[in-house]
């Protein structure tokens, strides 16, 4: 059974992804027999190509990818750099998981009622500093080159990233690297960058690759806070597939080829700059400048991931404020009165939504974790080396899901597959298990071997060392792994609106159809319910293994 | 012999038809007895907008009525757009599923509705033979049975009324503009304070309708396909107009807001100060749920605004025509017209012809005092028909070609 589970693993999540693909390739040259389209066609490229700003949308769809991805990695790496262990740094990194688990449409709505001419930043400094009794006239979100849409990017990528960094950290011994570095007379912040990150930056070089991918295609943050005139191709492709127009389906998929070539070109783009900082930074590893640049950098490093995760923060702030906001006009800081309506409004009709949103969330994190721990422990056992095909795991990651999920549906179709829980959960699968997979690897397989030599030396059978010494000392990471799926399935939207035919409501679904009526109060009840689950089960992941310790200890005793 | 093949295979299907008949038969809606009968006990998915908490509240009730008078079980599908629907249904088409369709009753009108017939992907017609049709008095109100210039033919059936209805903030804007060319006045002296929703919004739609209405010398071309008449000549005022206009718009019109709703709380933030809804009730909604300031006051342009009916229709491959067909007579009846016009469940006006029911049932339609920011009652009588609906999206296409990039 065990040895099966890498194959299935990987079916799992290349066969419907290679299906989506190619229902998407084919309508894309003008097959799709139910429009009347039968033969191969170059129309819908030819209509693709002649909407107006499609070079725009392009453009600014590869740009926020890599930009934000660049930016975030920075902020990242200087941090690690420049953290010493103090209680500061300690703070912010127990404050970064957190926001992981915050959905990104979630911090883009509180983010954007942040930054605006009308927002909480305005408001804080109207009219004391700037006189502005009317919100200024100023374009600052949804702006042309969808910079407001790279920092709201920035905000949940440097957590991820983070996340992921320092997962790996450990096996690299950063510690030993750096007290040699200061023997040699290094100063700390420049000695982690020479000695540990370019050993770090391979081991978190595919979670990279799966923020470039996720970036130059998202679709709600793009909502939210990108171009409009026009918007992001992510966004395009979506109103063209739900475009009643007919003709406009072909050249949907069309866009979301496009779509695909524009995440790769990214990741192509990324790789080549991967290349040629190498060559650039070779002189600069080994020039033997110990000192140049400490200061700024350590400034930069503590200041920049703060400052994120601030920003992060009082967006959730503002969010809260909406939702229990009486009338507020601006430019007064806080609501003239506070009421609890919006929360009794809604109250009824979370309940629903709620229990679905567990139900996926808990079987399909499930599911991904038995079957990563058994591909993991099939490893171990075989005394095999990760697979070279345990790449495609990421495939779900780095294919854009606008790309391949249309598709997927009239694949399920053909099938005579119904949208259904089922189905929905499957699909949540698709997102969730490469992450799990990213979360618990390098863990599991640094986990000291010599435990379970005891174990066996004892004569427990290897099902039982699993069982009984494994799984406990992995409890930690383990229930990290779970929040992190549990994370990631409540808050996908469009896989679960399109395979559940929108029957199938999660508080993401009902989030993002109450943010087309545009009230922002119940928008910040929404955002904040879609944002305090995952908090939920970070908070257990965190207390979990406290309490079962202490349980353990006293059995000892 | 190929000839008496085929007869032999026409002969079996019409045997194999008869015999699966009782299953595969649609219900027919003029045996209204049968169609209850069948309709009890089955779900009806019944995909609507689902971004405005009033109308959530009232298919909940509508649900709950549901149950109790007809055993069916209702459940509101919520889409964030309607295109969404039209395009699943399309989707199981392509994929050959004609029978199961996940979808069993759409809110839709205008283009949507268009493009579903076109496609062939509704069934009917049903509407005219639900029993409370008639108390739409359809031979007075022919807006019941026409969509944007196109006669429904009992495909789709009257839900409710909405019309453009302009509100402005009293407190800071006294006269507020009347017309068009009052309209680009009043954003020459205001500017940055108005604005309207990103083509291809339907109410952003709507507004350049409006605007192409009143600054036209051609109006007669818009009620016929926009293939019958030139394009360029009938709308060129209209980007003459849009031309000086949207230098003085919100953000001086390098952006526009996502959607009819964001206007309300662009002006509830105070970024503009006159705004516009397809809802007539909706400023005084606003006011009741802390959105806008008390001081708004709600009105429609001296020449009247653009009106239309919208409508619930019914997917070709339904399962659940019978529980479809019941929802949407009920949702005509004068109790459940009654609860939806009420300003204390969502506001949104009747399609019944009110005069013509009985003395008790028109009881049912009185409302209390009129809200301060509600339109007076006499003001929503200048409607102005819906255009032919390949003017909007040729009128989109156009737009989006001139200002999609800026």
């Known amino acids: 059974m065990l040895r099966l589970a890498p194959a299935l693993i990987i079916a799992l999540l290349v066969l419907p992804v290679g299906a989506g693909l190619m229902m998407v390739l084919l309508p894309a040259f003008g097959y799709l027999p139910a429009l009347g389209g039968y033969g191969a066609s170059l129309a819908p490229w030819q209509m693709l190509f002649a909407q107006p700003g499609l070079g725009r949308s392009v453009v600014v769809s590869f740009a926020s990818g890599l930009v934000s991805t660049a930016v975030a990695l920075v902020i990242v790496a200087l941090f690690l750099a420049a953290s010493r262990g103090t209680w500061l740094d300690r703070g912010i990194r127990r404050l970064v998981s957190p926001l992981l688990a915050i959905p990104h449409a979630a911090i883009a709505f509180g983010f954007a009622f942040l930054i605006a001419p009308s927002g909480l930043v305005a408001r804080l400094i109207s009219p004391s500093l700037t006189g502005w009794e009317s919100p200024p006239d100023a374009l600052i979100i949804n702006d042309p080159w969808g910079f407001s849409l790279m920092a709201g990017l920035v905000l949940k990528e440097v957590p991820f990233l983070l996340l992921m960094s320092l997962a790996a950290l450990p096996q690299l011994a950063p510690e030993k690297r750096l007290l040699l570095a200061r023997s040699l007379g290094y100063s700390p912040t420049i000695g982690w960058l020479k000695t540990v990150l370019p050993s770090l930056y391979p081991l978190i070089r595919l979670p990279v690759y799966a923020v470039i991918a996720y970036a130059t295609s998202v679709v709600d943050m793009a909502l939210i806070l990108g171009p409009k005139l026009p918007p992001t191709l992510s966004v395009s492709i979506l109103s063209w597939f739900n475009d009643p127009d007919i003709s406009h389906r072909f050249m949907a998929s069309a866009a979301a080829v496009l779509q695909l070539g524009v995440t790769v070109a990214a990741l192509l783009c990324w790789w080549l700059l991967e290349q040629l900082i190498r060559i650039l930074t070779r002189r600069w590893l080994i020039n033997g400048s110990r000192q140049r640049g400490e200061i700024i950098l350590r400034i930069v490093g503590r200041s920049a991931l703060l400052f994120s995760s601030i920003t992060a923060l009082a967006a959730l702030v503002g969010l809260g404020l909406f939702s229990l906001a009486g009338f507020w006009r601006f430019p007064e800081v806080l609501p003239q009165m506070l009421t609890l309506d919006h929360w009794q409004r809604s109250g009824s009709m979370l309940v629903t939504p709620l229990v679905n949103t567990a139900l996926i969330g808990l079987v399909s994190t499930a599911l991904a974790t038995v079957l990563v721990l058994a591909t993991l422990e099939n490893e171990h056992r075989q005394h095999i080396q990760p697979k070279r095909a345990l790449w495609l795991l990421y495939l779900p990651l780095l294919v854009p899901q606008i790309a391949f999920l249309f598709g997927l549906i009239v694949a399920a179709e053909s099938l005579g597959i119904r949208p259904q829980l089922g189905l929905v959960i499957a699909g949540h699968l698709l997102f969730v298990l490469p992450y799990v997979y990213l979360s618990l690897a390098e863990t599991y397989r640094q986990l000291d071997p010599r435990w379970l030599k005891v174990a066996r030396s004892l004569g427990v059978s290897r099902s039982s060392a699993f069982w009984r010494v494994r799984l406990p000392l992995l409890l930690a990471p383990l229930l990290t792994a779970f929040a992190v799926g549990l994370a990631v399935s409540i808050g996908q939207y469009l896989p679960t609106q399109l395979l559940g035919a929108g029957r199938v409501t999660t508080v993401t679904t009902e989030a993002v159809a109450l943010a087309s009526g545009s009230n922002r109060r119940l928008i910040g009840v929404w955002a904040l319910v879609q944002a305090g689950l995952p908090l939920i089960g970070f908070m257990l992941a965190l207390g979990l293994p406290r309490l079962l310790g202490t349980h353990r200890r006293d059995l000892a005793t | ?406």
Do not use: C
Request: charged share 20%; proline share 7%.
């Open chain 2, 1 to 406: 012999m190929p000839n008496k093949r085929n007869s032999l295979g026409a002969t079996i299907a019409v045997a194999m038809l008869a015999f699966s008949l009782p299953v595969m038969a649609n219900p027919d809606p003029s045996d209204w007895q049968s169609v209850v009968a069948e309709a009890e006990g089955q779900t009806v998915y019944w995909n609507a907008w689902g971004g405005d908490t009033r109308t959530n509240r009232y298919i909940d009730w509508v649900a709950e009525q549901m149950q109790a008078q007809y055993g069916v079980d209702v459940e509101h599908v919520k889409l964030d757009d309607t295109g969404s629907a039209v395009a699943r249904v399309l989707a199981e088409k392509q994929a050959g599923n004609h029978t199961e369709g996940s979808i069993d009753l759409i809110w839709i009108n205008g283009e949507n509705f268009a493009a579903m017939r076109e496609s062939d992907l509704l069934f009917g017609p049903f509407a005219e033979s639900l029993p409370h049709f008639a108390l739409t008095n359809a031979a007075d109100n022919p807006e019941v049975v026409t969509d944007f210039t196109l006669p429904t033919e009992g495909y789709e059936s009257p839900w409710g009324k909405a019309q453009i209805t302009f509100f402005y903030d009293s407190a800071q804007t006294e006269t507020p503009p009347q017309n068009m060319q009052a309209l680009l006045a009043w954003a020459n002296a205001n500017p940055g304070q108005f604005s309207y929703p990103r083509i291809p919004d339907f109410t952003g739609s709507t507004f350049l309708k409006q605007a192409l209405i009143e600054l036209t010398d051609q109006e007669e071309a818009l009620y016929q396909p926009v293939s019958e008449s030139d394009f360029e000549a009938v709308t060129e005022p209209l980007w003459a107009y849009l031309d000086a206009l949207h230098p003085h718009l919100w953000r001086s019109g390098r952006t526009f807001p996502d959607s009819g709703p964001n206007l309300r709380t662009l002006m509830s933030d105070g970024e503009l100060s006159l705004a516009f809804s397809f809802y007539p009730t909706d400023a005084a909604v606003a006011v009741m749920e802390y959105e806008l300031p008390e001081s708004v006051r709600s009105y429609v342009l001296e020449g009247g605004t653009l009106g239309n009916v919208h409508f619930v229709a019914i997917p070709y491959n339904s399962p659940h025509k019978a529980g479809a067909m019941v929802l949407a007579n009920f949702l005509l009846s004068p109790e459940a017209q009654a609860q939806k016009q009420s300003l204390a469940m969502w506001g949104d006006r009747s399609v019944l012809d009110i005069d013509q029911l009985d003395a008790e049932t028109q009881t049912l339609f009185e409302q209390g005092d009129r809200h301060p920011s509600e339109l007076p009652a006499d003001a929503l009588s200048n409607t102005l028909p819906e255009p032919h609906p390949s003017w909007m999206t040729a009128l989109q296409n156009a737009w989006l070609e001139r200002y999609g990039v800026n």
